[in-house]
């Protein structure tokens, strides 16, 4: 099952993660947390790992609408967004939430999880504009 939307891109991991918060920011996202996995891996496991930094996502208006038809979709909550690199190549993925939403028994998530995923569609495609 495809439940993220990829794209790799030409540039460092840091200026991939800055622009991705800024591409978010142009969707109207606020970025609520952000994990290091690399970091937090190497602390707490001493193990090393590849660049990987998990962006949580939230774009009020459409966490709100979402919140009003379904109390539990905060479970689902924040969207996803995930920068890292791999064997020197660095990608940018997002969550779909058409997928994610998609297991709740709600129709009234339809238009929100795809309005919300053309908007992190968009951000994936947008990181280098």
């Known amino acids: 099952m495809n439940?993220?939307?990829?794209?790799?891109?030409?540039?460092?991991?840091?200026?991939?993660v800055q622009k991705t918060k800024d591409a978010?920011?142009?969707?109207?996202f606020g970025v609520l947390t952000e994990i290091d996995v690399k970091a937090t891996l190497k602390k707490k496991l001493d193990?090393?790992?590849d660049n990987y930094?998990?962006?949580?996502?939230c774009n009020p208006q459409f966490a709100f609408k979402a919140l009003q038809?379904?109390?539990?979709?905060?479970?689902l909550l924040?969207?996803?967004v995930v920068v890292y690199e791999e064997k020197g190549n660095v990608f940018v993925?997002?969550?779909?939430?058409?997928?994610?939403?998609?297991?709740?028994?709600?129709?009234?998530?339809?238009?929100?999880?795809?309005?919300v995923e053309d908007k992190l569609k968009r951000v994936v495609d947008t990181v280098i504009s």
Do not use: H, Q, W
């Open 3 to 16: 439940y993220g939307y990829k794209k790799r891109y030409p540039i460092s991991f840091g200026e991939a």
């Open 24 to 28: 978010l920011a142009r969707e109207g």
């Open 47 to 49: 193990v090393e790992y």
């Open 53 to 57: 930094v998990i962006l949580g996502a």
């Open 69 to 75: 038809a379904e109390k539990d979709i905060g479970l």
């Open 78 to 80: 924040p969207c996803n």
């Open 93 to 115: 993925s997002a969550i779909l939430p058409t997928v994610a939403m998609g297991m709740v028994d709600n129709p009234a998530l339809g238009d929100i999880a795809s309005t």
